[in-house]
């Protein structure tokens, strides 16, 4: 587990904080939304990449005359639909805070 920020105890005692160290919690917050903020968007960018080279190789195979769904493709659709954590991310995001450093 990594260690925890400054920035996760940011709403304890507020009463106790001065006006400076609240805009610097503030501000240390507004830095890591943005972080995460980007990171986001890289991710998103490397999915759609992804997905547009995986169509593209299906429509390929489909006008080729190959076969477009595959037996992993079955099991992978298995395992989504006897999975019990509907609406649920199976991706623990709190355990992945490193990943989520300046590349």
Do not use: C, P, W
């Not at 992804?50 to 429509?59: G, Q, T």
């Amino acid at each position: 587990m990594s260690e925890k920020s400054a920035s996760d105890d940011a709403l304890m005692n507020l009463r106790d904080k001065s006006v400076d160290e609240l805009r610097e919690l503030l501000d240390t917050l507004y830095e890591e939304e943005q972080k995460a903020s980007y990171r986001r968007r890289v991710l998103h960018g490397k999915i759609d990449i992804l997905r547009a080279e995986l169509v593209r190789r299906l429509k390929e195979d489909h006008v080729s005359g190959k076969g477009v769904v595959s037996g992993h493709d079955i099991e992978r659709l298995i395992e989504i639909l006897s999975s019990e954590l509907h609406g649920v991310s199976r991706f623990d995001v709190a355990s992945d805070d490193e990943d989520f450093e300046d590349d």
